[in-house]
């Protein structure tokens, strides 16, 4: 598809891409689209969040429309395809209509959101919750761009944006009038390369609990001198919580659940630390994520179950601190089901996926509207400039879109 070519040309700088939300990249790509868009003779326009809508009107406009969508923005140094690929199929789909000189049953509405990835804007989806009128005011002042320090509503301003209307709740989309929110996207684990399918149908969007600065407090001593019941040893009672966990992970999976659990920070003070010392405090962070309610509490009861038991057990303390949490955004089950009976049909290997990574699809979601998603098989992972998707698994992910669209749209 030249589009995909256009926006490469247009926003590669040095290796990767680079779609800075809000900013001269992520306009790049809006002003290709809007182009395309116009040439298909879609109705284009923007809101109040700068998010492009190219929507092909239906035979009854009164019906819920059908949203295709996806985010423009990348991360700095990213790929061509996270996100785009999303919103180019949208436009690939309304294009078979016009090709074939088909009405759709109700509107098809394109949407390339803006601001989805957390690199520029640490916030939650903010395009696509400033569609709905769901993205809270203080993120407008609260917010700073990673880069250029600057506050999102002074970013929005900058380029046409009206962060007033944004505060006073103003929205495009009203998840009464949406039908189905529909999202492509390039999977960003290797799964489906391992499993050579070329498409995912998505379950659900993992939530999670986060404790990012979590500590272990003991005390030092000598470690050849003290016996095992005078320690208080802050490593071994971090990892004995760590070792619950992992267990309790392998026995979920046995039961069939989701769910993802890291450790991704652990570390002894270097200052006060040393190989003939037993340690006396660990610093660690714990990631807890799951497409189920129910296992986030169990693992985050555990948790503090776990803890309480190592601090006994050890004679340590711990301190958890602060808790981040997002919950879990289900796919609707009734498109999930359309679709794997449309990719039977039309023979298209695909299989059920859960989405590690948050996108827009959870804003909808969460937000009350049907939605559905679709994995693109796609290598070398995302956030990288090497992630690399076949047009061939685009193009069967975009026959089974259409296929859902057709249907939703009789
Ligand atoms: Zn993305």
């Not at 999303?86 to 049953?105: E, M, N, Q, S």
């Not at 929005?156 to 007033?164: A, I, M, N, S, T």
């Not at 379950?203 to 990012?212: D, K, N, Q, S």
Request: net charge negative; charged share 25%.
């Amino acid at each position: 598809m030249r589009l995909f070519e256009d926006l490469d040309a247009a926003t590669r700088v040095g290796p990767g891409i680079r779609r800075d939300s809000y900013g001269e990249g992520e306009n790049a790509a809006h002003v290709i689209v809007a182009e395309a868009a116009r040439d298909l003779g879609l109705d284009v326009t923007t809101d109040a969040g700068l998010n492009l809508f190219m929507t092909l009107p239906g035979r009854d406009r009164d019906r819920p429309a059908i949203v295709i969508g996806s985010h423009l923005d990348s991360v700095d140094n990213g790929g061509n395809f996270d996100g785009a690929a999303g919103v180019l199929a949208g436009l690939a789909i309304v294009a078979g209509y016009r090709d074939a000189g088909r009405t759709p049953g109700c509107d098809i509405k394109v949407a390339a959101l803006r601001c989805e990835e957390a690199h520029w804007f640490d916030g939650p989806y903010v395009g696509a919750n400033i569609a709905l009128g769901k993205l809270d005011a203080m993120y407008l002042d609260g917010l700073r761009r990673s880069d250029t320090g600057r506050t999102l509503a002074d970013h929005l301003r900058e380029h046409g944006g009206d962060p007033d209307a944004i505060r006073g709740g103003a929205a495009h989309l009203d998840p009464d009038r949406i039908a189905a929110y529909l999202e492509l996207h390039i999977e960003q684990a290797p799964v489906l390369v391992e499993r050579d399918l070329p498409v995912g149908l998505v379950t659900g969007i993992r939530g999670y609990r986060r404790y990012a600065n979590a500590t272990c407090r003991g005390a030092y001593g000598h470690s050849g001198a003290l016996p095992r019941i005078y320690r208080h040893d802050a490593v071994a009672a971090t990892v004995d919580v760590i070792a619950r966990l992992r267990e309790e992970w392998r026995r979920i999976e046995d039961e069939g659940g989701d769910l993802v659990f890291t450790v991704g920070r652990i570390a002894t003070d270097p200052d006060h630390d040393g190989p003939s010392k037993v340690p006396g405090a660990v610093d660690f962070s714990i990631d807890i994520r799951s497409t189920d309610t129910a296992v986030l509490t169990r693992m985050d009861d555990l948790l503090h179950a776990a803890i309480d038991e190592a601090a006994a057990g050890h004679g340590v303390t711990f301190d958890l601190g602060e808790r981040s949490a997002n919950p879990p955004a289900a796919m609707d089950a009734d498109l999930l089901a359309k679709m794997t009976r449309a990719a039977d049909d039309a023979g298209i290997g695909t299989m059920e996926i859960a989405s590690g990574a948050g996108h827009d699809a959870a804003a909808f979601a969460t937000g009350g509207v049907p939605t559905a998603m679709i994995f693109i098989r796609n290598r070398h992972g995302s956030h990288n400039p090497d992630e690399h998707m076949e047009m061939a698994d685009f193009g069967e992910a975009v026959r089974l879109a259409a296929g859902l669209v057709a249907e939703l749209t009789v």
